[in-house]
């Protein structure tokens, strides 16, 4: 069987990583909610856990328009330089997510 393409993986394989990356540095799991739900519009508490990952970004209900406001490198490719859409919301959730769990205050997460 071939490497699943992260868009194609269901919401409920990504959340818990995400969720995961944060809590291992002792943010709360509704912290990672909020930051979600900034970004995306998305309330976890009501998502199609088994919807693809690409639906949830593509789709989000009220994509921040702050988002752009995300600056700084993610796997050595910086984030504000991206040219696909769906790719730069997955890294900018991937960069919110790695700041929170680097302790960073969530007023300044939230820009």
Known sequence: MGRQNIFEMKVSKIYPLLAAKAMKKGRMPDEVDKVI????????HYVDME?????????APAFNPRA?????????VKVEEIKDPLIKRMRQLDKLID???????MDKILR
Not at 68 to 76: E, H, N, V
Not at 99 to 105: F, Y
């Open 99 to 105: 700041e929170l769990s680097k302790g960073k205050p």
């Open 51 to 59: 919807m693809s990952y690409g639906h949830f970004l593509a789709d």
């Open 37 to 44: 739900f900034w970004l995306t519009g998305w309330d976890m």
């Open 68 to 76: 752009d406001l995300i600056k700084g490198s993610i796997c050595g």
